[in-house]
């Protein structure tokens, strides 16, 4: 049910953990656009997604993008600070975009904890302190509570979303 609040419960090896989310609505995509000429030379290829975000409140999105140009999906974590309640745009490009090839795009609405938990684990995972493999100089923390032992926390996060799918064939 959307907008309703959920509550996980896991015990394991005799440790119970809990977390709490609420189930938000993602809008739809409304279009999607091809511009063939983002690159300085003119060629590189860009894909433009809009969808309307849901006005007069604050809202949180994650995006996801799934193709063969990339062994993993990338992800990107935005808000509509400077767009409550417009259409949104969302730049999607890749220096090996060609004729016929095939991206899926995935929109999750998410909470602002959940926005803010994401944020740091993908600037970690890219490398945007000085390499991927350094020391993340804080403890990436989810929302996962261990009610038996506060000293033994779980990695992780758990959220849960309406999603809006759209996938886009490079003309």
């Known amino acids: 049910?959307?907008?309703e609040n959920y509550t996980l419960k896991v015990t394991y090896n005799g440790q119970t953990y809990t977390a709490s989310e609420k189930?938000?609505?993602t809008p739809n995509f409304l279009d999607t656009e091809q511009k063939n000429d983002l690159g300085l030379n003119n060629d590189e290829i860009g894909l433009k997604i809009t969808f309307k975000d849901f006005?007069?409140?604050r809202n949180y999105?994650?995006?996801r993008v799934d193709s063969d140009l990339n062994p993993f999906p990338e992800y990107q974590?935005?808000?509509d600070q400077f767009a409550d309640g417009n259409v949104m745009p969302w730049l999607y490009w890749h220096e090996d975009l060609v004729k016929d090839k095939?991206?899926?795009f995935t929109q999750y609405a998410v909470s602002e904890n959940y926005y803010n938990y994401i944020r740091l684990v993908i600037n970690a995972s890219a490398g945007a302190n000085n390499g991927p493999?350094?020391?993340i100089p804080t403890k990436v923390r989810g929302n996962i509570i261990n009610q038996t032992s506060e000293k033994n926390y779980a990695l992780g996060y758990f959220?849960?979303?309406e999603i809006a799918k759209s996938d886009y064939t490079i003309e």
């Open 77 to 79: 974590a935005v808000d």
């Open 102 to 104: 095939k991206i899926y």
């Open 1 to 3: 049910v959307l907008n």
């Open 55 to 57: 006005g007069n409140q």
């Open 133 to 135: 493999f350094q020391t």
């Open 61 to 63: 999105y994650l995006f």
């Open 23 to 25: 189930l938000l609505p």
């Open 159 to 161: 959220r849960l979303g």
